[in-house]
């Protein structure tokens, strides 16, 4: 995560959560460090939220201070999913630094959400057909097909087909090529 700078007696850093829990606030820590200029103070903060009030996760600087925050946790100890809004506060303004959905037992950090097991939660990408097929015995849809090579049994996404070379129809069981010994239907 890019670093987080409070450098104004007015910009903090807070938490609010989109709803009421079901029986246990989440917690947050915060690590951070101030520079003055001269000095290099260490610090940290720890909480929980309170449903829907915003709460303070790191305070504004002293005057003359620049706070660097280092690091933000937020576990979900309820027994339920949380969605919360993590903002940048300047004044009255806020800005969304992230706005997370977490389930139960997971926990947020300015490095990324990790599951209860300890294990990164990560999303790769959407793909534009997220349909997976499966794989069945089909012996009477009379159409062409395109005969796909695979090493498993269920779960793939659909192929794109660039070659009509090979086809095969279920309903008749004709397999046709435009290669091979005679080049024509088996």
């Known amino acids: 995560m890019a670093t987080l ?5 007015n910009k903090s850093i807070v938490v609010t959560l989109s709803g009421t829990v ?6 947050f820590t915060a690590a951070y460090a101030d520079n003055t200029g001269s000095a290099f103070t260490e610090g940290a903060n720890d909480g929980a939220t309170n449903n829907t009030t915003e709460v303070t996760v790191v305070a504004a600087p002293a005057a003359a201070t620049r706070r660097i925050i280092k690091y ?3 576990e979900n100890r309820d027994t ?6 993590l903002s940048y ?3 009255t303004t806020l800005r969304t630094i992230a706005q997370v959905t977490l389930a139960s037992g997971d926990t947020w950090t300015t490095e990324g959400a990790y599951d209860t097991t300890g294990a990164l939660k990560s999303t790769i990408g959407t ?4 349909t997976n097929i499966g794989i069945t015995n089909d012996t009477s849809t009379n159409a062409t097909m395109y005969p796909t090579w695979v090493t ?3 779960g793939f996404l659909p192929a794109k087909v660039t070659s009509t070379k090979l086809t095969f129809n279920p309903s008749t069981g004709i397999l046709t090529a435009t ?3 005679s080049g024509g239907t088996f």
Request: hydrophobic content about 35%.
């Open 5 to 9: 700078i409070l450098d104004a007696t």
């Open 22 to 27: 079901a029986t246990t606030q989440p917690d």
């Open 72 to 74: 933000i946790t937020i």
């Open 80 to 85: 339920a999913s949380i969605t919360f809004t």
């Open 89 to 91: 506060k300047n004044n």
């Open 127 to 130: 793909a534009t057909n997220t």
């Open 152 to 154: 498993g049994t269920s």
């Open 179 to 181: 290669g091979g010994i």
